[in-house]
């Protein structure tokens, strides 16, 4: 189960990122249309004293991964590559190196000379600290044009105000509402916003049901106490208000339960049509399995989070089958594009690596109508222009485009379903990959 | 109804906050050091049923007594390495050391294992025992057991044996032990052995509910803290004790309150109990 990178060299049949991608310019800011999904989650569960003193005393760890040459484009990329989120955050820095070697073989950044991207890899460790001290970091000391990072919202919140106080672009696929949501000239959204991918979560398995024959009229939320799972288990609630679908349990846990026990309790006494948990892998994979444990088979809709990585399978075998998740992105939408990451690290290119390589895409694609690395330039090369084609072009709904907040206006959350070993894409009917299975009452 | 079923999740959870915590209360018992890597060693353990489930294709109940015997031999190295030379130095330093051991070993089963989550698959899994309303997860109960039988097995080692005896001994007074020719260096690495040892069991035998991966400790810490320090730091039925109660107040707080506030139940509870018995539930039995 370990993931290892075969080393750059045996991606031979790279494809250009930018050559065969297309930027349009566009007038305006477009209006703001869709929204984000709640990915992150608050590292601030250490609450032991001693786990937070000890990653303030483990001083963050840089890397220097490509050759530092004089003409080189510095970008820096903050993910957490230790602690609890850190599976995400090394699938996320797979994703970005992927992008770059692409960028790389096929002559770098043209409108800079050629000049190639070198990745500047730091750890942001789960803890919200970290992440801004080492952004503070990557800017002051390795002159990076932008970030990239830093998977979980909390972390890249606080990531968003050290970029912000030194005017970098930061690029991020974090779902919580809140990245946009404070006025910041420098943050950039790639995905749609946590309540969006809420009310994705629901609309979606609400669609598949009623073409079931089998109306949704009852369902269970529950998440994770973390800005990830509260904005997300916010965009259910209002949705489920919208379609007239009755609420009949609506549950927070906090982030590192150890015993799932009481909620599956809950859940057993609620009779509802579907159940929806916000959370990570560990308990994701407990509450299926309690579930399965006390003979309940609703359906179950993640969202996103531990549900969409191929560790759950791995964990609850045929348990997964047919269990559903929101996604911003899947892989089997560009098998073109996501098949040399399966090849290249064995597993299948998962959502935050997707969308990961869609900010390097973006900011490459940036960089060569710049032709500049200053901020400012920079700058408002993404937020004036409409990038599609390449790695832009997975992102359901065809593109990037920045609205004034930085969020991506084009983004659509999609849903997908585990088969087998796989992930498909199920809804909505104009990307899916595969009919959706609905085991509802 | 749901309060008979409440307690009796709670009871079986309890049962393995017990016995990883009977390991930290042993330690300082025996030795008056506070072991901050303690819950490492419940990664560690749960690390070696994992892998003894992968690669021998061993049930974690019977792969967690190799996570006793491989944690044991550990705990005996460190005890003679790192744990000896502080025995007598300032707490500070200590502490120092123990806190450099919970680091080192979070990192290296970073480094070894990589941060992926891991999970065992076992057929009793999903299989659930009714007692007509009630409900009880074959997985917690064989945990539930398991913690029993390690609990017993110690309570027989330190009381009927010549080795536990001695190690008592030591723990009231070295000095006093020494002379009536016990080696107290050999007892304290035993001591520390079965210590660590205890909570690597206790590692292994949640396995098939929890899954594993190298900052596991982080989500037990804080609880294996709390079940000693209630049940009285230092007393091994104290921990027992600590253990029952926390899990039975985490899981009875849940028919009140919402669960997000299951811990700061328990942490009401645990000042109240502190401000009237500062020593514990049962008593400071050192």
């Not at chain 1, 809140?178 to 609309?203: C, D």
């Not at chain 1, 399966?342 to 390097?360: D, N, P, Q, S």
């Not at chain 2, 070295?174 to 107290?184: C, D, S, T, W, Y």
């Not at chain 2, 309150?257 to 109240?272: A, E, G, K, S």
């Amino acid at each position: 189960m370990h993931r290892k990178g075969k080393g750059p060299t045996d991606f031979a049949d790279a494809r250009s990122a930018s050559q065969e991608n297309s930027v349009s310019k566009k007038g305006e800011t477009k209006s703001p249309a869709s929204t984000p999904k709640g990915l992150s989650r608050l590292a601030l569960n250490r609450r032991h004293f001693l786990a937070a003193g000890a990653a303030t005393l483990a001083t963050p760890y840089l890397s220097k991964i490509a050759r530092a040459q004089g003409s080189d484009v510095n970008v820096g990329v903050v993910v957490p590559l230790s602690g609890a989120n850190a599976q995400f955050g090394v699938n996320s820095r797979n994703g970005i190196q992927l992008a770059a070697d692409q960028i790389n073989d096929n002559g770098g950044i043209k409108a800079l000379g050629g000049a190639k991207i070198n990745l500047i890899i730091a750890d942001s460790t789960s803890t919200p600290t970290n992440a801004a001290t080492v952004g503070q970091r990557l800017i002051a000391q390795q002159n990076v044009v932008a970030i990239l990072g830093a998977y979980a919202s909390s972390l890249s919140l606080a990531l968003s105000e050290a970029t912000e106080r030194r005017d970098v672009p930061l690029l991020t696929m974090s779902f919580s509402d809140m990245i946009t949501g404070r006025g910041f000239k420098n943050v950039f959204q790639m995905i749609s916003k946590a309540t969006t991918m809420g009310a994705a979560q629901l609309r979606g398995p609400a669609g598949v049901a009623e073409k079931a024959g089998k109306p949704l009229k009852s369902i269970a939320i529950m998440y994770e106490d973390t800005a990830f799972g509260t904005s997300q288990a916010g965009g259910l609630r209002e949705t489920a208000a919208e379609l007239g679908i009755e609420v009949v349990m609506d549950e927070a846990y906090p982030l590192g339960i150890t015993d799932v026990t009481p909620l599956i309790n809950q859940l057993r006494g609620t009779n509802a049509d579907a159940v929806f948990p916000c959370s990570y892998l560990n308990d994701g994979v407990q509450i299926i399995r309690t579930m399965r444990q006390q003979g309940i088979d609703m359906p179950v809709i993640g969202g996103a989070g531990g549900y969409v990585i191929p560790d759950f399978r791995a964990a609850l075998g045929e348990y997964a089958e047919n269990v559903f998740s929101v996604a911003p992105s899947n892989y089997d939408l560009a098998p073109e594009l996501t098949d040399p990451f399966k090849e290249r690290f064995g597993y299948f290119m998962v959502h935050e690596a997707i969308e990961h390589a869609v900010c390097l895409d973006v900011l490459a694609k940036a960089l060569e109508i710049s032709g500049d690395t200053d901020s400012d330039a920079l700058r408002e090369a993404l937020r004036n222009n409409r990038f599609e084609g390449g790695w832009a072009g997975i992102i359901p709904g065809g593109g990037v485009d920045f609205d004034e907040t930085g969020l991506n206006t084009l983004a659509k959350p999609i849903i997908v379903q585990w088969r087998g070993e796989d992930l498909v894409t199920v809804w909505p009917d104009d990307v899916a990959t595969k009919e959706a299975v609905w085991a509802g009452k | 109804m749901a309060f008979i079923q409440a307690v009796l999740d709670g009871l079986m959870i309890g049962g393995v906050y017990a016995v990883i915590s009977i390991g930290l209360t042993l330690v300082f018992g025996v030795m008056g050091i506070v072991n901050f890597a303690q819950a490492e060693f419940l990664t560690l353990g749960m690390f070696v049923a994992y892998f003894a489930w992968k690669f021998l294709g061993l049930d974690p109940l019977i792969g967690s007594f190799l996570s006793f015997v491989v944690i044991f031999g550990l705990g005996v190295v460190v005890q003679m390495t790192l744990i000896q030379r502080v025995l007598n130095a300032p707490p500070v330093a200590q502490i120092f050391v123990t806190v450099g051991l919970l680091i080192v070993i979070e990192n290296l089963t970073l480094i070894v294992f990589g941060s992926d989550f891991h999970s065992v698959t076992t057929s009793y899994q999903t299989s659930t025992l009714r007692l007509g309303p009630l409900f009880i997860g074959v997985p917690y109960l064989a945990a539930f057991l398991m913690a029993l039988l390690s609990a017993a097995a110690l309570w027989l080692f330190t009381n009927k044996t010549w080795y536990g005896r001695a190690m008592r001994a030591t723990a009231q007074d070295p000095m006093a032990a020494n002379l009536m020719g016990i080696n107290a260096d050999r007892m304290r690495q035993i001591a520390f052995g079965l210590g660590v040892g205890m909570t690597a069991f206790g590692g292994a035998v949640i396995l098939p509910y929890f899954t594993v991966h190298p900052t596991v400790g982080h989500q037990f810490v804080v609880l294996m803290f709390t079940v000693v320090v209630l049940g009285g730091l230092g007393s091994v039925a104290g921990a027992v004790v600590g253990g029952f109660a926390v899990g039975v107040i985490q899981s009875v707080s849940t028919l009140f309150f919402p669960i997000q506030l299951q811990n700061l139940v328990l942490f009401i509870v645990f000042l109240t109990v502190l401000a009237v018995r500062p020593t514990g539930l049962i008593g400071a039995a050192r």
